[in-house]
């Protein structure tokens, strides 16, 4: 069974960066597929945030661009999210997930992290 | 950027109804491109049917998609206490890109 687990900060100060890694078992990142990240503000809907391949491509919504990097540890079989100068805007639950090559469908996500930008 | 817009915002059905959401696309999407999610308060959003009309894994029959060009259907014939929850489409665009939909709630009446 492929699970995903998220962890990091869940307090991060406005202007910082905000670090998570999602942790991935039941399956080598290796093998294929996206991973990817979502967020979801308080009461709100989902936004992509980007993904990455095992290779280390990666693609990333262009409104998030200038301030986002997903790097990819093969060997630890996981992967990470990096967002830079964070505001309150960013606050949010942060999920992880795998995304199939090519199509849209995520089929697999971890459970999420809230992470609260605030002073 | 292609925009979805789902609709209603929130749908008001008593179990054993059935259900019809709906969303449209500002441009064409492929078909294999179109996916349904339902989402629980406190869960991640669960993926229900891929490729705009084909059921993921374990999900009931109840459940069915339709649609092509820029208007997808979700439809659930009978409801059950379970499924109200909050519904998003999402698309598969070249770069590649993935867009959201704003989402419906379904709610008991």
């Known amino acids: 069974q492929v699970q995903l687990q998220e962890s990091g900060p869940g307090l991060v100060k406005p202007s910082e960066t905000l670090s998570l890694t999602c942790a991935v078992s039941g399956y080598s990142i290796s093998s294929g597929y996206y991973w990817g990240w979502i967020r979801q503000p308080p009461g709100k809907g989902l936004e992509w945030i980007g993904s990455?391949?095992?290779?280390?491509?990666?693609y990333y919504n262009p409104s998030l661009k200038s301030r986002v990097t997903i790097s990819v540890d093969t060997s630890k079989n996981q992967f990470s999210l990096k967002l830079s100068s964070v505001t309150a805007a960013d606050t949010a639950v942060y999920y992880c997930?795998?995304?199939?090559?090519?199509?849209?469908?995520?089929?697999?996500w971890g459970q999420g992290t809230l992470v609260t930008v605030s002073s | 950027e292609i925009v979805l817009t789902q609709s209603p915002g929130t749908l008001s059905l008593s179990p054993g109804e059935r259900a019809t959401l709906s969303c449209r696309a500002s441009?064409?999407?492929?078909?294999?491109?179109l996916a349904w999610y339902q989402q629980k308060p406190g869960q991640a959003p669960r993926l229900l049917i891929y490729g705009a009309s084909s059921r993921a894994t374990g999900i009931p029959d109840r459940f069915s998609g339709s649609g092509s060009g820029t208007d997808f259907t979700l439809t659930i014939s009978r409801l059950e206490p379970e499924d109200f929850a909050v519904y998003y489409c999402?698309?598969?665009?070249?770069?590649?890109?993935?867009?959201f939909g704003q989402g419906t709630k379904l709610e008991i009446k």
């Open positions: 990455i391949y095992h290779s280390g491509s990666t």
């Open positions: 997930a795998r995304v199939l090559v090519g199509y849209p469908d995520i089929d697999y």
């Open positions: 441009q064409s999407v492929s078909s294999s491109y």
């Open positions: 999402q698309q598969y665009g070249s770069s590649p890109q993935y867009t």
